[in-house]
């Protein structure tokens, strides 16, 4: 059956780079897309990027300096990465996959990231 | 940027009754708007995808209709179960963007 799990600290330095790792399992990465969504202790979802089947990628522009979206397609796994780190980067941090017709359909659990100073 | 606004922001309700939930967009977004059900705790759930498509396995009591910029989700009979918080979301335009929720209580 379809799987995201998102792999992840749970404690980052302010000013430091976020790694989050997403493995997805019964489905490939090559024919469904994967997405970053986050939200904050208590509010509302904000879509963060895009990891596209053929390997493109797309940012929402609130992030697009300090944050990146890679993937591994052999371990079926997509990376996000994002630095300088504030604390209202503070959330929990979800991959999601994406299915054009019908936005997203199966979401991981999420890892809760706090940033520290 | 699309802005999705829900209400009620809070909604409680006695089970067995028929509740609605909106969501506008500051646009048209051409019914392409999903709901999501979460539970405390947990990952979002697909109940309804492009305005009023049931996603598989969920019960017949989620229903969602509208157009525009106008959207519902309407539970047919309340269940103790649907305690939740309840997202739409929109991905007719980039960035993709999701309502702040409707918080659903049983009375």
């Known amino acids: 059956q379809v799987q995201l799990k998102e792999t992840g600290p749970d404690l980052v330095q302010l000013t430091q780079t976020l790694s989050i790792t997403c493995t997805v399992s019964?489905?490939?990465?090559?024919?469904?897309?994967v997405h970053w969504v986050r939200q904050p202790p208590g509010k509302g979802l904000e879509w963060m990027g895009a990891?596209?089947?053929?390997?493109?990628?797309d940012y929402n522009s609130a992030f697009k300096s300090r944050l990146s979206i890679s993937r591994d397609t052999s371990k079926s796994q997509v990376f996000l990465k994002m630095n300088s780190l504030q604390t209202d980067d503070t959330a929990k941090y979800f991959c999601a996959r994406h299915w054009g017709p019908r936005g997203f359909d199966y979401w991981g659990q999420g890892v809760m990231v706090t940033v520290s100073s | 940027d699309i802005q999705m606004t829900q209400s009620p922001s809070v909604l409680s309700a006695s089970v067995g009754d028929r509740v609605t939930l909106n969501c506008k967009a500051s646009q048209n977004i051409n019914k392409y708007l999903n709901w999501y059900q979460q539970k405390l705790g947990e990952a979002p759930k697909l109940l309804i995808y492009n305005t009023n498509n049931l996603q598989t396995g969920i019960p017949s009591r989620f229903s969602g209709s509208g157009s525009g910029t106008d959207y519902t989700l309407t539970i047919s009979s309340l269940q103790p179960e649907d305690v939740a918080t309840y997202f739409c979301f929109q991905h007719n335009s980039w960035p993709l963007t999701f309502g702040s929720g409707t918080k659903l209580e049983i009375k």
């Open positions: 019964g489905f490939s990465l090559t024919t469904y897309n």
């Open positions: 990891m596209w089947n053929g390997g493109g990628t």
